[in-house]
């Protein structure tokens, strides 16, 4: 089977979070519930369109 570079670097980068955790699952899903809350403008959720189009309404 033939490697793919993207599924490589996504591994890779997993790998590196998990290695920062000491690959303990609570601390990794802390650290990304914090990079949510600090970059909460990038965060994509089911309620994302209707909160951008509420504000756009307001606006």
Do not use: N, W
């Not at 490589?8 to 601390?27: N, P």
């Not at 650290?31 to 809350?37: C, D, G, H, Y």
């Amino acid at each position: 089977m033939r490697k793919d570079p993207i599924v490589e670097e996504v591994r890779r980068a997993g790998d590196r979070l998990a290695r920062a955790c000491g690959y303990d699952l609570h601390k990794l899903c802390e650290r990304l519930r914090q990079t949510e809350r600090e970059f909460a403008d990038r965060v994509s959720t089911p309620e994302a369109p209707r909160r951008r189009a509420a504000k756009a309404k307001a606006a």
